[in-house]
């Protein structure tokens, strides 16, 4: 089995950067990709960055520019600035492994003044 641990979340003003952190543990050999999708109250959730074992990353068109997806071993991280409000969601780590996606609790992140 494998668990993610999300870390990071939190209230910051519009405009302002946070960074998230997930930490893989447990059957984490064979991992196809690793990433973070979001959950905003009422809505479907969505992509927002993968990061893939060999290739580049990929962004979901409304956070390029301004998040970065970067991944150490088994840990991944998301650098989020020029937030807005429209980013508020509960944000939740991924990890694909022999095509099972795995997922975190979730963290909360809410941008509002």
């Known amino acids: 089995q494998v668990q993610l641990v999300e870390s990071g979340g939190g209230l910051v003003q519009p405009g302002g950067s946070l960074r998230l952190s997930c930490a893989a543990s447990g059957s984490i050999w064979g991992i196809s990709s690793m990433g973070w999708y979001r959950q905003a109250p009422g809505k479907q959730r969505e992509l927002v960055a993968t990061?893939?074992?060999?290739?580049s990353a990929n962004y979901a068109d409304s956070v390029k520019g301004r998040f970065t997806i970067s991944r150490d071993k088994n840990m991944v991280f998301l650098q989020m600035n020029s937030l807005k409000p429209e980013d508020t969601a509960v944000y939740y780590c991924?990890?694909?492994?022999?095509?099972?996606?795995?997922w975190g609790q979730g963290t909360q992140v809410t941008v509002s003044s």
């Open positions: 991924n990890l694909r492994r022999f095509q099972v996606d795995y």
């Open positions: 990061v893939p074992g060999g290739g």
